[in-house]
């Protein structure tokens, strides 16, 4: 068995979640936060059969887009009176981050 950790945008999570349910995979969706941009995203967590994998990255692939953000870095301190703005970060988020690991599953 294998655990699949996806890290996606809130804006794909429906759509993937609901590919993932008709396909009969089980699955756990967490609200998390990224620590770079701290804005909310999602985790999906599935436990799946080895074999299953890549199906499941493909439908992520499928469902997941990339996006653009801009982030303000922090101003720099103004010297003799002089400030210039700091051009806004380009920062690309996304597809889905994916970690795959081994696992083991009991249901109690
Ligand atoms: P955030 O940490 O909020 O990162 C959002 C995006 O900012 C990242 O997109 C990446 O393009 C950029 N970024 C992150 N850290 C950076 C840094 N130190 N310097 C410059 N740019 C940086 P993604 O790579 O698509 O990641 C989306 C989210 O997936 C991340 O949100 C984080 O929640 C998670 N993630 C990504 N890589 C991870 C990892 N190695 N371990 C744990 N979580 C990860």
Redesign the pocket.
């Known amino acids: 068995m294998k655990l699949i950790l996806a890290?996606i945008q809130p804006q794909d999570a429906s759509s993937l979640v609901d590919a993932l349910t008709e396909q009969g995979f089980r699955v756990t969706r967490l609200s998390?936060?990224?620590?770079?941009?701290?804005?909310g995203?999602v985790t999906l967590m599935l436990s799946v059969a080895d074999g299953e994998v890549e199906t499941v990255i493909k439908t992520v692939r499928a469902h997941c887009s990339t996006r653009t953000r801009y982030v303000s870095p922090m101003p720099p301190i103004a010297e003799s009176g002089e400030f210039y703005p700091p051009a806004p970060l380009e920062?690309?988020?996304?597809g889905a981050?994916i970690f795959v690991l081994n696992a083991e599953t009991a249901r109690l």
């Open positions: 890290i998390s936060q990224g620590g770079f941009l701290r804005e995203n920062v690309q988020v996304g981050t």
